[in-house]
């Protein structure tokens, strides 16, 4: 059964820490996004890769780094964890036609 | 700019009457949309699709309307149950786009009221 597995399902930060928040996809897509969801806000896209070792910027970047060393993984970076970045994060793997997104992360962070 | 547009944020049907959710899209270039529901606290998943070739796809209760000249989209659901209460977003790709990336819509919330 392919999937998309995230390491927390709920993770609670102070303000100011550094966040990590792993990904790994077993369909060996090339592609891989991260999201995060709030209310009235939708998907909004935060960084994306095509290929191990490449990033893009999505729609809302400021304040996260990714890292995409193998291809099977995409890490989400919060280099320095603010209140207004409590979330649902989710990470996606896809080809054109289809995406499969992981089971998300809700971060607070206080 | 939002390319993909969900105008309702929520929507509420009585139990066995039809769900219409809407669906507009602004670039000409996608060709391939798909429909995603969302429980509280997990992530989406994969509803149905339409390529554009097509102008209607059904799969069970769950029926995809494609309307290419206003580029609009719609998502029928019949007979409606209280477990399709839910988010669902709506999301377009199409070549050239950009690097494979599917575009979503905001979401509209369904509440099925038994």
């Known amino acids: 059964d392919v999937k998309v597995t995230q390491s927390s399902r709920y993770l609670v930060k102070r303000t100011g820490e550094k966040v990590f928040l792993e990904c790994v996809q077993d369909m060996d897509h090339e592609n891989m996004f991260w999201y995060r969801q709030d209310p009235g806000l939708g998907l909004r896209l935060i960084y994306f890769?095509?290929?191990?070792?490449?990033?893009e910027k999505g729609d809302i970047p400021e304040g996260y780094s990714v890292s995409r060393e193998k291809k099977e993984r995409f890490s989400l970076i919060l280099e320095s964890a603010s209140t207004n970045q409590t979330s649902m994060y989710l990470c996606?793997?896809?080809?054109?036609?289809?995406?499969?997104f992981g089971p998300g992360t809700r971060l607070t962070v206080l | 700019d939002q390319q993909v547009k969900q105008n309702s944020p929520s929507l509420s049907v009585q139990e066995g009457r039809i769900s219409i959710l809407n669906c507009d899209y602004t670039n000409s270039m996608f060709d391939y949309f798909l429909w995603y529901k969302k429980y509280p606290a997990e992530g989406p998943t994969f509803l149905i699709s339409?390529?554009?070739?097509?102008d209607k796809n059904e799969d069970g209760r769950f029926t995809v309307f494609l309307n290419k000249s206003a580029k609009h989209l719609s998502l029928h659901i019949v007979p409606s149950q209280p477990g399709d209460s839910a988010v669902y977003f709506c999301?377009?790709?199409?070549?050239?786009?950009?690097?494979?990336?599917?575009?979503f819509g905001t979401g509209t919330r369904l509440t099925v009221i038994p």
């Open positions: 339409i390529s554009s070739i097509k």
């Open positions: 999301a377009a790709s199409g070549v050239g786009t950009g690097a494979n990336n599917l575009f």
């Open positions: 890769s095509y290929d191990v070792k490449m990033k």
């Open positions: 996606a793997s896809s080809t054109r036609q289809q995406a499969l």
